[in-house]
């Protein structure tokens, strides 16, 4: 959508609405508070003061609770963890200049994942606009590409309208953050408020299209009857429109296996037999296997980026497709469907759903039962395994047992290794798995879970990161202490730049280059007791089970260091220009019965042999 600087307009007398004599500051901050926002990240400077002085007396009141950040780049990635959290809108605030541009990274994640978010900015005073004033910078214009809309506000008596469009443009259609620019003399001005209530603004031209095309959800029904190997390719467009209980029954009446885009995950139960997890660079073999040999891909929410397809040409390149998406531009951008469907996933399927009740179309399991059979035929040959090597710990046993120990809770990560190995071991629920994957945004993890933990107190909050993004925004154990969020951070430390070292390793001839993060690394628990935060430090097997309990059950900010084997790497992997089904690091059947030993009960963290039906210790089926 294209950005437009506000103009003044004329105030209408509104009859029944009192006019209360107001700042633009009290403008913004009231009408914040009517659209329901309770929690505000930002970090206060000289041009936004006007707004935090009214912030203040909305405070005292108990009205908004303001969380103070240490850098701006924590306040836009905290209100985007909490808008992943709970499916509302997140607001942030910046200062002008500096305090603007820090928020870029923090937009552009957010922009990347189609997150619903809100920036308030300060701006130098409108007569400076342009001189380049103390402090002053255009993040009106440097923010346009990633931005669904932005505004300068020019005169007070818009403000109300201004945050009313806003929330409405950031949390419908394909969300997105929304960046509202305010000069410090427009927070000063006095003038007669009148509020605007949420849901009352109209745009002219704007009308997102939510329900599918009734012949085209025909088309794709008669599509997906006629298909022997159908696969549901589900993405974050699934999670936004909270399509998951409709993609389970779509899955279950036709017996249609399903894999999900690392923005999907948790969109479908990942325990259910019909899940093959997560699909594309790092995902499993069996996913990939079965994208690559499918006669029919259901897009659902998703859209065809590379990390998924590999080589695009061959990606699914036997398949019809049916791509649903609530976004126009998406449908058919990298892969031309059969079928498109533009509307809300949700809406799509809730009505394909009824069609098939109107039609009476029974379920037919038998025709996909060799398809089935053949994907866990795949999954027995290739499982994702867990090493246990003789001396130290394994990364991937470090997230198995915190998973294990707190399956429920809502999981932020940082991005790299460690990222992808909790996409391929945590089995999460809707909205439970936050992490930044369009933008692969390192020092993402920690204000990320801060932002969940704030909208959610009573829910379990773990950060997964690495040593390296860990220290991207390491000053947040601030925030932490200063408000007391329970928020933990499990750090899996193996004294690199994990991904960077395994693409040297794999693709530049071990030509390790400015990766090594070992000297200077900081000691992590003495780091944490300076910011008044627990830090724990975990360098041996039997030490980590108890390490994470005490981490789990500390009431207050934790940090676990765990210190990993340095030379592991992340498989699955599809090299860049590959197709899918030409994955590096897939196990070697010889020693399959090896790793089959390593295999975790879910129910009670045991290993087991794969052979094995049920747990020997506590007779789960495995």
Request: include cysteine; charged fraction near 20%; charge should be negative.
């Amino acid at each position: 959508m294209l950005s437009q600087k506000s103009r003044s307009q004329p105030k209408k007398e509104l009859p029944n609405v009192t006019a209360k004599r107001a700042t633009g500051g009290y403008a913004l901050i009231d009408s914040l508070k009517r659209h329901g926002v309770q929690h505000i990240f930002g970090y206060p400077g000289g041009a936004i003061l006007p707004i935090y002085d009214e912030l203040h007396r909305f405070e005292a009141a108990g009205e908004i609770e303001h969380i103070l950040v240490r850098h701006e780049q924590g306040a836009s990635h905290a209100a985007d963890g909490y808008a992943r959290a709970t499916g509302k809108v997140g607001v942030c605030f910046a200062t002008s200049g500096p305090g603007a541009t820090n928020l870029v990274t923090g937009i552009a994640t957010a922009h990347m994942d189609s997150i619903p978010m809100v920036v308030v900015t300060g701006q130098v005073a409108r007569p400076a606009i342009g001189s380049d004033a103390f402090q002053e910078t255009d993040i009106y214009g440097i923010t346009l590409p990633i931005v669904k809309h932005s505004y300068v506000v020019r005169d007070p008596r818009d403000m109300a309208r201004i945050v009313a469009e806003a929330f409405h443009l950031a949390s419908s259609g394909r969300p997105g953050p929304v960046l509202i620019d305010v000069p410090k003399d427009v927070g000063l001005e006095e003038f007669d408020y009148y509020p605007v209530e949420p849901g009352s603004i109209k745009l002219p031209g704007y009308r997102p299209t939510v329900k599918g095309n009734p012949r085209q959800i025909n088309q794709a029904l008669e599509l997906i009857r006629q298909a022997k190997r159908p696969l549901l390719y589900v993405g974050g467009g699934a999670i936004a429109s909270g399509a998951h209980a409709e993609i389970t029954e779509l899955a279950e009446h036709f017996q249609i296996p399903v894999t999900t885009t690392l923005m999907g995950l948790g969109a479908f139960d990942e325990q259910h037999s019909l899940s093959v997890g997560m699909l594309g660079m790092h995902g499993t073999a069996y996913a990939n296997f079965a994208v690559s040999e499918c006669d029919l891909l259901i897009a659902v929410g998703a859209r065809f980026d590379d990390r998924v397809t590999g080589k695009l040409d061959e990606f699914a390149s036997r398949a019809k497709t049916i791509h649903i998406d609530i976004d126009p531009a998406e449908v058919g951008k990298n892969r031309a469907p059969n079928v498109p469907i533009v509307g809300d996933v949700r809406q799509v399927l809730v009505d394909m759903l009824r069609r098939l009740r109107e039609t009476g179309d029974a379920a037919h399991p038998e025709q996909t039962q060799d398809w089935l059979e053949r994907i866990n035929r795949w999954r027995d040959e290739y499982p994702l395994t867990v090493p246990t090597p003789d001396e130290g710990i394994s990364p991937q046993e470090a997230i198995v047992e915190v998973g294990r120990q707190a399956p429920d809770a809502y999981y932020t990560t940082d991005v790299g290794q460690h990222q992808m190995w909790a996409a391929q071991f945590l089995k999460n629920g809707p909205r439970r798995w936050i992490s930044s994957a369009g933008l692969g945004t390192m020092g993402y993890g920690v204000p990320a879970a801060m932002g969940a933990k704030v909208a959610l107190r009573e829910e379990e909050v773990i950060c997964i990161s690495g040593d390296a993004s860990f220290q991207m925004n390491v000053q947040e154990l601030g925030t932490l202490a200063q408000y007391g969020i329970n928020v933990k951070t499990l750090i899996i430390n193996n004294g690199w730049q994990g991904m960077v070292r395994q693409w040297q390793q794999t693709f530049y001839k071990e030509r390790y280059m400015a990766s090594n993060m070992e000297v200077g690394m900081p000691d992590i628990p003495l780091l944490c007791q300076a910011y008044g935060v627990k830090g724990l430090v975990v360098r041996h097997r039997e030490e980590l089970k108890d390490a994470i309990a005490e981490m789990l059950a500390h009431d207050g900010p934790v940090v676990l260091d765990v210190r990993v084997t340095k030379n592991e790497n992340c498989y699955p992997m599809v090299a860049p220009g590959k197709s899918n089904s030409q994955m590096l690091g897939l196990p070697d059947r010889k020693k399959l019965q090896k790793a089959a030993e390593l295999i975790y009960c879910s129910n009670c963290g045991a290993k087991n042999a794969a052979t094995n039906s049920f747990c020997p210790e506590c007779g789960t089926k495995l």
